[in-house]
């Protein structure tokens, strides 16, 4: 999720730095609690789901500054 703080829009990337695809399993869990929400149907891929994180999500994924 925090690769998500440095995409436009707040877009959660669909692929880890390895290249693998993030499960859809992963994400939905993302959505249930409420910290990515679905953003564009990508005509493209419509099976892929593009999302962005919320308010709540922002600040979950932000790091505390007590934790340096």
Avoid: Y
């Avoid at 925090?2 to 730095?17: I, S, T």
């Avoid at 993302?30 to 600040?59: H, M, Y």
């Amino acid at each position: 999720m925090r690769r998500g703080l440095r995409q436009p829009g707040g877009k959660l990337p669909l692929f880890d730095n390895e290249g693998q695809r993030i499960s859809d399993r992963t994400v939905r869990s993302c959505i249930e609690q409420g910290w990515a929400e679905p953003w564009f149907n990508n005509p493209l891929k419509p099976d892929w789901l593009v999302c962005k994180l919320t308010e709540s999500g922002r600040d979950l994924a932000t790091p505390d500054q007590n934790d340096a």
